[in-house]
């Protein structure tokens, strides 16, 4: 598709070109694409991460508070 188009000069006929083709790709793609593991929406995606650290004075503020109550 792209090599027989490689000579289209036209703005709107190269948007109707690529409308096409995202068609295209979008009707090829896979219902439930693969993602890796490690990347957003993987299955090991912000798995065990590590807690919030907090700063000493967030720490003494939130004693404070339950010391309080």
Do not use: I
Not at 8 to 29: F, I
Not at 36 to 61: C, D, H, I, Q
Request: proline share 10%; charged share 35%.
């Amino acid at each position: 598709m792209f090599e027989r188009n490689r000579n289209v000069r036209d703005p709107r006929a190269v948007a109707a070109l690529l409308n096409e083709a995202e068609k295209e790709v979008q009707r090829l793609s896979h219902p439930d694409p693969y993602r890796a593991s490690l990347f957003p929406e993987g299955t090991k995606w912000e798995r065990n991460v590590p807690p919030k650290m907090f700063t000493p004075e967030e720490k003494a503020a939130a004693l404070d508070a339950f010391r309080n109550h």
